[in-house]
């Protein structure tokens, strides 16, 4: 079993920064240091989209972004706190929905419940 916790959504002005965290917690917690994690969004209305993906430590830790947000978003791990990060700079309205972290293991995806962030115009 894998309960993963995002945290650092919020409100924030266009052309401002946030950082958000992923976390793993219970006994699986270094998973979020060994294992692929992606992050998505899904806004009203919208489908749920990947917005950046860091892969296991195994295959490299290599990263991949939609193109929306390259350039502007930055995913990254640090495996001493058992965190992924996304580095959301230069924010536009558009970048408002929920944010998830989600990641593969033992044949099951799991999910994080999600932090909000809003860009104001």
């Known amino acids: 079993q894998v309960q993963l916790v995002e945290s650092g959504g919020g409100l924030v002005r266009a052309g401002g920064s946030l950082t958000l965290s992923c976390a793993a917690s219970g006994s699986t917690t270094s998973v979020t240091s060994v294992n692929a994690i992606g992050w998505y969004r899904q806004a009203p209305g919208k489908q749920r989209e990947l917005v950046a993906k860091i892969s296991s430590i195994s295959s490299g830790g290599s990263t991949n972004y939609a193109d929306s947000v390259k350039g502007r978003f930055t995913i990254s791990r640090d495996n001493a706190k058992n965190t992924v990060y996304l580095q959301m700079n230069s924010l536009k309205p558009e970048d408002t929905a929920v944010y998830y972290c989600?990641?593969?293991?033992?044949?099951?995806?799991?999910w994080g419940q999600g932090t909000q962030v809003t860009v104001s115009s």
């Open positions: 989600n990641t593969l293991y033992g044949g099951r995806w799991y």
